[in-house]
């Protein structure tokens, strides 16, 4: 993931490993976070691969400055054209970068992870149904408090992302 993070950050220009932490701090550092002793392996894994470019800065710092080649950039655009998927909050990192891709694309992509969310919300209530009633007949409802705390953080929480994804279809201010 961190490459492909990387080499997203690296679509917006040249930088230096300390610029490329900096804004990946700025911007998605809620969602997904990386450190310098993982970024500098991945840069030089990417020059390896031949997805970036390295420059030597000759400064007194011995910066280097990175490029994302051809390659590189079609390696990090078939990479945010796959499908959506819940694991690790990924989708989070590939819509951040959805400005990058045609139209199309994100509209297909987000319906689609639209459905799968919907679907889960259904599951969940379905769940959510069998559970009431069965808790209807305990006399110790309370011992089960954590286990339903949770299927309602999963109701609340797929709803919440529903409605988002709702509104980046849609283009909605927020």
Wanted: a positive charge; charged letters at 30%; hydrophobic letters at 30%.
């Amino acid at each position: 993931m961190i490459e492909l993070v990387t080499l997203g950050m690296l679509m917006q220009g040249r930088m230096s490993g300390y610029d490329i932490k900096k804004i990946t701090e700025q911007t998605i550092g809620t969602f997904y976070k990386m450190s310098y002793g993982s970024l500098y392996p991945a840069l030089k894994r990417l020059v390896t691969e031949g997805f970036v470019t390295e420059e030597e800065t000759n400064d007194s710092k011995n910066k280097k400055l990175y490029t994302v080649t051809n390659k590189g950039r079609q390696h990090f655009l078939e990479w945010l054209s796959e499908p959506l998927k819940s694991n690790k909050r990924e989708y989070m990192v590939k819509v951040f970068f959805y400005d990058y891709l045609d139209e199309e694309t994100k509209r297909r992509n987000l319906h689609d992870y639209q459905r799968s969310i919907e679907r889960t919300l259904n599951q969940l209530k379905a769940v959510q149904a069998v559970v009431s009633q069965e808790l209807d007949q305990l006399d110790k409802k309370d011992q089960y408090y954590y286990r339903v705390s949770t299927m309602h953080y999963g109701l609340k929480f797929f709803q919440m992302e529903n409605e988002w994804i709702k509104q980046i279809i849609n283009k909605e201010n927020f």
